[in-house]
């Protein structure tokens, strides 16, 4: 086991699981960290598309999110993935992406037949599989913990690592530089480290215009302004795993950002940073009906994507025939 003063959970190396004989995590770990005066929990989450990818996750992740007294929120799309679980509000971190990221996305999801294909396949994977792979196969397999209840024993550096994410530091400057630049997104963003769990692969095709460390600036910045607003000392978040090191890295450097960014990098955070102070505490009418507005446009470009590859395809299906 490894000794880790800042967590209040066991924590083991890759190694040390395999073969191993722990029981199951009875419940589902969270990182602790203070902002602004808040404290804040975060419970990261391998929530895939359907929520977890097999009903034993599932409702392992269900059963803890219920079990958490207090406020809490969560990222975008949770409350559907985990209903009647009493979470409190969602983070909307959608706000981050771009119109041209929104219009990639809805483009590739039907241009590339990957996207389609992954997404489907994977759907039905995950609602069909019921239990644990890394149990089914005694232990043995380290991408079996990528379904897996025994990830949450994992250090959280090492988390990172099969996930195939950087470090929190590269990870955000990286982010942020491409949303800096709005010609960045089409480039294919190259991984330092291998994906490890096969399912977790589709999210590559996509990576580029989802902006996963960008999000979580934004997510930190919204829950912030929600806990003010509603004089919360506690808040306990639920998100994507990933987006809990991170937000434990902005809040821990947060004194720090000037060394660590350029002044163009912080300028985008300030702007991420506003916009999500803005939507998770609305001071009057114009900044609800801006969030709207948004939201609006950010449907709008995602399915203006769908519909130009659609068209694409109906140009090149009438020109064979």
């Known amino acids: 086991m490894i000794k880790n003063p800042a967590s209040k959970f066991p924590r083991y190396r890759v190694q040390q699981l395999l073969n191993s004989n722990l029981s199951k995590p009875d419940r ?30 599932r409702d392992f992740i269900k059963q ?14 949770m409350k559907k993935l985990y209903p009647y679980c009493q979470i409190d509000a969602e983070l909307e971190d959608w706000a981050v992406l771009r119109p041209v990221d929104c219009f ?22 995950e609602l069909w599989q019921q239990s644990d792979a890394f149990i089914r196969h005694h232990r043995l397999n380290t991408s079996d913990l990528g379904e897996s209840t025994f ?20 990870a955000l400057q990286q982010d942020i530089e491409s949303l800096s630049h709005w010609y960045k997104p089409p480039f294919v963003k190259q991984r ?14 996509l990576e ?18 929600f806990a003010k607003k509603h004089n919360h000392k506690l808040v306990n978040l639920f998100v994507g795993e990933t987006h809990n090191t991170d937000m434990q890295y902005l809040a821990r450097e947060d004194k ?27 001071k009057d009418k114009f900044d609800i009906i801006r969030a709207a507005l ?17 068209g694409l395809y109906l140009i090149i299906f009438l020109n064979i025939y």
């Open 28 to 57: 589902l770990d969270y990182l602790e960290f203070q902002h602004d005066d808040i404290t804040f929990r975060c419970f990261g989450i391998l929530h895939g598309i359907t929520g977890g990818l097999n009903f034993e996750y």
């Open 64 to 77: 803890s999110i219920k079990s958490v007294d207090g406020i809490k929120l969560a990222e975008k799309g």
């Open 104 to 125: 990639l996305m809805g483009f590739k999801l039907i241009a590339d037949p990957r996207c389609l294909w992954m997404i489907s396949i994977d759907s039905i994977r």
């Open 151 to 170: 990830f949450h024993y994992l250090d959280e550096h090492e988390r990172r690592d099969i996930a195939g994410f950087s470090p929190p530091k590269q």
């Open 192 to 205: 330092i480290k291998p994906v490890i769990h096969p399912q977790w692969k589709r999210i590559l095709i």
């Open 208 to 225: 580029n215009h989802m902006h996963i460390p960008a999000r979580s600036v934004h997510m930190l910045a919204y829950a912030t302004a």
């Open 256 to 282: 720090q950002l000037t060394k660590i960014f350029s002044q163009e990098q912080l300028k985008t955070i300030d702007k991420i940073t506003n916009r999500a102070t803005k939507m998770g505490s609305p």
């Open 294 to 310: 948004n939201k609006t446009l950010y449907l709008l470009n995602l399915l203006l994507g769908t519909a130009t590859a659609i």
